[in-house]
């Protein structure tokens, strides 16, 4: 075998280890015992993060309502969207109390397999990122609070936004290297490679940037909770041939929770994600790739949300050394698409079947990275 076959092979299998327990040792269940608690957990954590995220909707919507958190719409934005004024906000609340009860029955399943927090980082990898998305997610639900009780689109500042973001993520990172993680990560078609310190450092400035790439997709009925649904899917299967059993209930959670959101929030929307949605689901994203170890492969999977960011960047840039001109019509550049004529469900269909494209040559990626 190739040397570079052989150490993506090794390196495979300690990503890998909760396959059947640490060093392959065999678990106290059966092996066919312990693959069906597995199948049922990831099913399981599906099906309640969408239950409850679609149940929930039918007492928060009106809470939300009640107590006035609606939305703000920006005065820039299309003229038409300001019919949305007053909208509820927060709606985020709905897929993540959906996937915080997933992962409160779940993992106790995953565990029942054999399996310890330790093996393959199972804690870190699943406690861990959730808890990360979850910090993104009170950072969002500041931001969303200031609005509401300023009655005002913005909320955070640019800076303060910033300096809490890389707070989050730092202590993530920190957490995975008190877990066990190294430097190493998995590239297409080669395999391990130790980016030694400079891993930490794009890691830092990776996670800030794809967290920002996720709430700029949030700006029409439906489009981020049905993009990140179609990432969390692939992450989920991905994470499932690997047998990477945590982080694909991680990721099936969050898909079952997109898509009891969807419920709501597909035009017409009744409720919207906010930032505390966005920022959180931008946490999660972050959580799936480094669960598997493979980042790098987030802005080809993700390739939406870079679009949406790297757009909004240019615009900028381009505004300021042209001395007003613009480059598009309008950023996000879903904005622009609305301008030229699209429905909120046209951009929301072919937005999602450009991510299930590059979702699926990222599986192709990331199978070639372990030598699959």
Known sequence: MHKSMKTSAAYAGSVCADRSGKNGAAAPLTKGVGEFMNVLAIALAAVIAFAVAGLLGRWMIPFLHKIHFGQTIREVGPEWHQKKNGTPTMGGFLFIIGIAAALVVCVPLVLSSGRTMEDGMLGTKVVGGFVMALGFGAIGFIDD????IKKRNLGLTVRQKLVLQFIVAALYLFAMHLGGADTKTMVPFIGAVDL???YWVLSLLGIVALVNAVNFTDGIDGLNGSVTFFVSVFFMLIAGILKSVGVSVLAAACAGGCLGFLLWNF???KVFMGDTGSLFLGGMV????FGLDIPILIPLMGIIYVVEIVTVVLQVVYFKLTHGKRLF???PIHHSFELRG???V???????AVTILTCAVSTWFA???YGI
């Open 267 to 269: 035009n017409p929307a």
């Open 346 to 352: 046209k951009i929301c269909t072919v937005f999602s």
């Open 342 to 344: 699209w429905s909120e």
């Open 367 to 369: 199978l070639s990275a």
């Open 329 to 331: 019509k309008m950023t």
């Open 286 to 289: 972050c959580a799936f790739g």
């Open 145 to 148: 609070y200031i609005k509401v």
């Open 196 to 198: 030694g310190v400079w």
